[in-house]
């Protein structure tokens, strides 16, 4: 499998200080401004935070002011349905005092602080988290560069390490605060670098581990562990007088053992509750999601996803080991119900299960820290299944995120797959839309059962000539959520139930699917000259339609969540960061942390 090449060789000694800032360049971090103060201005317009004037005698030309009024930004920009506004980097310019000065991504954030409504004690965290990112674009910028065609070519890992932008709407998506530069360039997922996890064994009587009914511990470990290791880690805890039957183990990110568990958990160490165990033998690849690994020395093995207590885009990245309990059991009762419906059947839905759990109890913070708190998320694990197994000769996966990458000349991605395919744009759209939305709205429709779908938790299966056959959705025991007081559940998988007001309940789509994800792939394939917007969305309609023809029992659910409908509600993403970049959201209580903003104007109230 090849790995993308980084800017500097690989080398085994390590890099010298200078060496590991060598990214950091004058003419790259220009540019890596230029790209985020251009996303800044139009998501922050999207969001309705600025409110850009046009300039008067010039065609699609803006200004916004800054909180002071001293301070002027102009660009050029084209408007989009979902009051999207595609910004051109190269017109971004920046005026005071009747002279121009050079972009500065920070004092852009602190020019408008007051606007982006950053508070004092959130604005220095926040400045940090900007930086991070401009840092890890420069790291990309310093790459050799990758084009839209060749992507398109190219294998899973290469495709997931060559994403550039990250999560389209947030900003600051690569804040990361934790990782120091030679931790970044060991575990950021564009660096490519392979990384071997560390494995401790936990007390049993301390640790919690569930699987799904067709999985048990012993067949995990061995399926996931060689003989060889195993008996290895046998002999190292032989050696101290304990039994590895005594305990579970747990693979841990090895940044969260040098930073963390080495030292918060010390006491559990030094009293043998936990015994690390050294490097495992297979080599992984750190996914977009950072924390999740794919295994690269046996691909048909499980993801593995590590508690990793970095502050990366709204929350510190750990696993809760108490939440987790529960996960097997909610992905069992999802795969049984996928499985059991015709029409997700039809479509070729997959979903790639989180088929175990283990978690580590530290009694001294579960009696002394509140619910929720990091300090019970920084020890467990889980396993989920890789999607190789699944494929078909000729079949290849690809991240739903790669539809809205461009490369470094502006080439789209998504295009590019669709000159290969051979297909018409709108056939090829409506074969992506046929197995990615069409079992979204069933779930919604006929379960009440949204997803969080957006481009890193789906994993499109393209055929050799990139062509959608099926969607694997993932992440799913986090992100799930049954919106309904009356669905039949099970008591273990209780926990995915939410209380949602009606109004808000079509969010899941309008706000997840729509606003999140097609109001940029429809602008990045209009602008590459492959399909017209108009076009985009008369073929969602399309898909919108062809299901409800199909499901008439479902019409009255059709007609109370009416995807038709002439506006829906705007909820804001970045306002959540913005408002408390340490945890956007209460994953108990999703709803209860939205940030409603006016309305957007739906496009396919047109197709009514």
Not at 428 to 445: E, G, I, M, S, V
Request: aromatic residues 10%; charged residues 20%.
């Amino acid at each position: 499998m090849t790995l993308p090449q980084t800017s500097l060789p690989q080398t085994s000694r390590p890099l010298t200080a200078r060496e590991s800032v060598a990214h950091l360049t004058p003419e790259r971090w220009a540019t890596a401004t230029r790209l985020l103060i251009r996303k800044a201005l139009a998501e922050f317009t999207h969001e309705r935070l600025l409110t850009p004037q046009p300039l008067e005698g010039a065609e699609n030309r803006y200004t916004i002011r800054s909180d002071d009024g001293s301070t002027e930004y102009r660009f050029t920009a084209r408007r989009f349905a979902l009051d999207h506004w595609q910004v051109e980097a190269d017109s971004v310019t920046r005026h005071r005092n009747g002279g121009q000065l050079p972009l500065d991504a920070l004092a852009f954030i602190t020019e408008l602080h007051t606007s982006l409504g950053l508070g004092e004690d959130i604005l220095p965290v926040y400045l940090e988290e900007i930086s991070s990112t401009l840092a890890s674009t420069a790291y990309k910028l310093a790459a050799p560069p990758v084009s839209a065609a060749r992507l398109a070519r190219s294998g899973f890992q290469d495709i997931e390490s060559g994403m550039t932008e990250g999560h389209p709407c947030f900003i600051a998506n690569n804040g990361r605060l934790g990782f120091d530069i030679a931790e970044y360039r060991a575990y950021a997922p564009e660096t490519g670098a392979p990384v071997r996890l560390i494995w401790v064994a936990a007390r049993r009587d301390r640790a919690t581990f569930t699987a799904c009914a067709d999985l048990s511990y012993d067949k995990l470990i061995l399926s996931e562990l060689s003989g060889p290791t195993l008996r290895r880690f046998s002999a190292a805890m032989s050696e101290q007088g304990l039994d590895l039957d005594d305990y579970y183990l747990i693979p841990v990110h090895p940044w969260q053992w040098w930073n963390k568990l080495s030292v918060t958990f010390a006491a559990e160490v030094a009293q043998r509750h936990l015994v690390c165990l050294g490097h495992g033998d297979d080599e992984h690849l750190a996914q977009q999601s950072i924390r999740t690994f794919f295994n690269t020395t046996h691909p048909t093995k499980h993801y593995v996803k590590t508690a990793l207590s970095v502050l990366n885009m709204g929350f510190l990245r750990g696993l809760s080991a108490s939440y987790m309990k529960a996960t097997p059991a909610i992905n069992d009762w999802l795969a049984d119900l996928v499985a059991r419906d015709e029409v997700l059947r039809s479509t070729g839905l997959e979903v790639l299960r989180e088929r175990a759990a283990v978690g580590y109890h530290p009694a001294p913070y579960e009696v002394a820290a509140p619910k929720g708190s990091p300090y019970l998320k920084m020890l467990a694990a889980l396993w989920r299944e890789s999607p190789i197994p699944s494929l078909n000769e000729g079949e290849k996966p690809a991240t739903m995120a790669s539809l809205l990458h461009t490369d470094r000349d502006g080439n789209s991605f998504a295009a590019a797959l669709i000159e290969r395919s051979g297909l018409t744009p709108t056939a090829w759209l409506r074969r992506y839309l046929d197995a990615y939305l069409t079992p979204l709205l069933h779930c919604f429709y006929a379960y009440d059962l949204a997803f969080m779908p957006h481009g890193e938790n789906v994993i499109l299966v393209l055929d050799e000539n990139g062509i959608p056959q099926r969607a694997l959705f993932k992440d799913l025991a986090e992100e799930i959520a049954v919106m309904s007081a009356d669905a039949d559940l099970p008591p273990e998988v209780e926990r995915i139930r939410v209380d949602v007001p009606e109004d808000v309940k079509i969010l899941s789509l309008f706000t997840d699917v729509f606003d999140c994800f097609f109001r940029f792939l429809a602008p990045t394939l209009d602008t590459a000259g492959t399909l017209r917007e108009a076009d985009f969305w008369a073929a969602v309609a399309d898909c919108v339609t062809a299901y409800q023809k199909s499901a008439p029992h479902l019409a009255d659910r059709f007609a109370r969540y009416d995807l038709f409908t002439e506006e829906f509600a705007l909820s804001c993403l970045n306002r959540l960061q913005l408002r408390n970049n340490q945890q956007m959201v209460d994953l108990q209580d999703p709803s209860g942390a939205l940030q409603l903003t006016g309305t957007l104007h739906n496009p396919l109230a047109a197709h009514r």
